[in-house]
């Protein structure tokens, strides 16, 4: 421990540059109850063992959960698969999924994202592509994106996933292709979708339906959010 002149404190460091300076360690901070708001200006910050969340102030304002989207899990494939997969993710009422691919081998693949594992008549959605009118697809046994016609191009996808417990998941989906060529607008998809399952999404996959494998890369991405 050390302590300046000038008020800064170092642990593990002998000339701090701030008023409280940690070097080769972390910080713990015990459950307890919450301070007093701290006035403008000011921040404030404890933990609440009650929901397992550091809780922060700022300027006067209620303490709230300092973490609002935490990442649950990341998965790159080493090698081209017909499809890629986050498993055992922690209940969450609302999740974004991101699908980055740098393609996939062979024309005319379509993305079909489902949850926990549920190839059931399920699912049901609204899609249009390119700005055209929707497609009604219900029921169906997952949700399908439209088949592209460009092999080897990347592929982008996010879900936005309303995930009660014992309701239907809504999701929110988009996605968009690179499209062959400068001269070649890319391709995009909006979808409204509903998972009708009573329990919440704990697995999240994406398969590579009309044949064809995700390209070595290709990366799942699942945010939650209570």
Do not use: C
């Not at 009422?93 to 740098?102: A, C, D, G, I």
């Not at 417990?165 to 929110?172: L, T």
Request: charged residues 15%; without cysteine; neutral net charge.
């Amino acid at each position: 421990l050390y302590v300046r002149k000038d008020g800064n404190v170092g642990i593990g460091i002998t000339n701090p540059s701030a008023r409280l300076h940690l070097d080769s360690g972390g910080l713990r901070i015990n459950s307890g109850a919450a301070p007093p708001l701290p006035p403008s200006a000011e921040a404030g910050l404890y933990y609440d063992s009650a929901v397992r969340r550091l809780m922060a102030s700022q300027n006067g304002e209620a303490f709230r959960k300092l973490v609002v989207m935490e990442q649950l899990g990341v998965t790159t494939l080493g090698a081209p698969a017909a499809s890629i997969s986050l498993a055992g993710l922690p209940a969450r009422k609302s999740l974004t999924v991101y699908l980055f691919s740098p393609g996939k081998a062979g024309a005319g693949f379509q993305s079909t994202a489902r949850f926990n594992a549920d190839v059931a008549a399920n699912y049901a959605s609204r899609i249009s592509n390119n700005g055209a009118a929707d497609t009604v697809l219900a029921p169906t046994t997952g949700l399908f994106f439209s088949v592209s016609p460009n092999a080897n191009q990347p592929e982008f996808i996010k879900l936005e996933i309303f995930n009660p417990g014992v309701q239907d998941k809504i999701i929110m989906g988009t996605r968009g292709d690179g499209g062959s060529g400068g001269a070649v607008a890319p391709n995009r998809d909006e979808m409204l979708g509903k998972w009708v399952n009573a329990g919440q999404v704990a697995q999240v996959q994406f398969d590579a339906s009309s044949g064809g494998n995700f390209m070595t890369g290709t990366t799942l991405v699942v945010l939650g959010s209570e």
